[in-house]
């Protein structure tokens, strides 16, 4: 019975849980001491592992004066081990409960720093210590799940993963984010994006997929910017930007229907209303730039065409949708210099993104690529940036362009959003912001 990936011989609290073995069943677990009080002469040891939490009652008259000792003793996460009888017990959290037999302490525990009225900095300080919380270890499931869900969309149809580079000679997103570091003795810039080289290899693959971290020095502290995050990022030769949105579309209705099917329990454990995840089905609604700057309006936003939307721009925008929602279309000048001009004015460009609802806002942004050496050069020179560093860029449009498309999406953002987290940095274990490097 090691399906839960607890070890063999050894059942997972959550198995029990479950009502997977028999009332009376003999049962070897073994994991953390979660919570510990006594009451009526018997000491209530809740045993955390992986896969739960459950409830074991050690009664002095079955287990000896030893073990009732060693467990009187022992602290809240102290490592154990503990053998007994499944049995159901209404009394006990989830139903069922543990009637020790025998048991040890693996190691013992000092003084547990979380006590549980701590404020956020502390918890931040004592991460490594907080992580083993039920609330993060349920989180850290959906995250997982998520990323498993991305990678399956993309290997069921045949796209290719791609391993593009972290160290990097350029810059994607713009000078003002960007970490500079020292590659003996040249400067060199953590990776923004992996856009530029994942349009490198459809050359190579046609269809390719990355998942890698990516770093953006920013430097006002948010609920949703982190300055290391996930990156998802995917890249098609012959689609436009239709195409794109379509390919993104399916992603996130599979992405948020396998965590319904395989999370349900974590997602409600968080309060995570589930029905507007239920909601989340083809087609996502679409706007224009300019037909959102319209809409912001009318509800008494003041806002200029041609300047960017911010937090609270999107925020009230998303009100007005209860699923995922794509704007496209944006000016030139809010955005990258790689998105492709459209067609039908030239003020324009072929980017989308797709926004998340209830206030969560954008977790996806994605184009269609400029595929004109000449137009792409004039933007790069635009924006300040020098063409050299650009060579191997600009060549993919001197061997045979092609129209292409692709997207980034920040896996911490989607799991903002499908786990319902009011602040991003919960959505990783070791969040990176400004003035938080450790642990
Ligand atoms: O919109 P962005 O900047 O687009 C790009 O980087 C493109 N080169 C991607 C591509 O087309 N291959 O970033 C893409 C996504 C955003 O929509 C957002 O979800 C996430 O990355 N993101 C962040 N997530 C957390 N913290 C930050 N500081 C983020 N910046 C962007
Ligand atoms: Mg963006």
Not at 59 to 68: I, K, L, Q
Not at 161 to 177: D, M, Q, R
Request: aromatic share 12%; net charge negative; glycine share 10%.
């Amino acid at each position: 019975m090691s399906e839960r990936g607890v070890g063999e011989g050894y059942v997972g609290a959550g198995e029990v849980l479950e009502g997977r073995l028999p009332e009376g069943n003999p049962a070897r677990l073994r994991g953390w001491i979660h919570r510990k009080f006594v009451v009526g002469g018997k000491i209530f040891v809740r045993l955390r592992d992986s896969t739960g939490v459950l409830q074991c009652v050690i009664d002095r008259s079955r287990v000896g004066d030893e073990v009732y000792g060693a467990f009187e003793e022992a602290k809240r996460e102290s490592s154990i081990v503990v053998e007994g009888t499944v049995h159901r017990e209404p009394r006990a959290p989830g139903g069922w409960e543990l009637r020790v037999t025998r048991g040890h302490v693996v190691w013992p525990s000092e003084d547990f720093p979380i006590r549980g009225k701590e404020g956020v900095e502390f918890l931040l300080d004592n991460r490594h210590l907080w992580l083993r919380s039920t609330r993060m270890r349920d989180i850290l499931k959906i995250k997982h799940t998520v990323l498993g869900a991305l990678r399956e969309y993309y290997l069921e149809r045949g796209w290719w993963e791609v391993t593009p580079p972290i160290l990097t000679g350029s810059a994607v997103e713009g000078g003002a984010t960007l970490f500079k570091v020292d590659y003996f003795g040249e400067p060199a810039y953590l990776s923004q994006s992996a856009q530029l080289y994942l349009e490198v290899l459809i050359y190579s693959l046609e269809r390719v997929w990355a998942i890698t971290p990516s770093f953006r020095a920013e430097k006002s502290r948010t609920r949703r910017h982190l300055s290391e995050y996930t990156h998802f990022e995917v890249e098609a030769a012959w689609m436009n930007m239709e195409d794109m949105m379509r390919v993104v579309e399916e992603t996130v209705e599979h992405v948020v229907s396998r965590v319904l099917e395989d999370r349900r329990r974590e997602l409600e454990n968080l309060g995570r209303d589930t029905s507007a995840l239920e909601r989340v089905k083809r087609p996502f609604p679409r706007l224009t730039y300019t037909e959102a700057v319209e809409r912001l309006r009318s509800k008494g936003v003041a806002m200029e065409w041609g300047e960017d939307f911010g937090a609270d721009e999107e925020a009230a925008l998303t009100r007005d949708f209860d699923r995922p929602f794509f704007v496209t279309l944006f000016p030139k000048q809010i955005k990258a210099f790689y998105m492709k001009e459209y067609e039908q004015d030239p003020r324009l460009v072929k980017g989308f993104d797709l926004l998340a609802p209830e206030g969560y806002g954008e977790i996806v942004g994605g184009s269609e690529r400029e595929d004109s050496y000449e137009k792409l050069l004039a933007r790069i020179r635009e924006e300040g940036l020098d063409p050299k560093d650009y060579y191997w860029y600009l060549d993919l449009r001197r061997y045979g362009s092609v129209p292409h498309s692709g997207y980034g999406l920040g896996v911490e953002r989607l799991v903002m959003w499908i786990a319902g987290l009011d602040h991003i940095r919960d959505a990783t274990p070791f969040p990176r912001f400004r003035e938080r490097l450790r642990p």
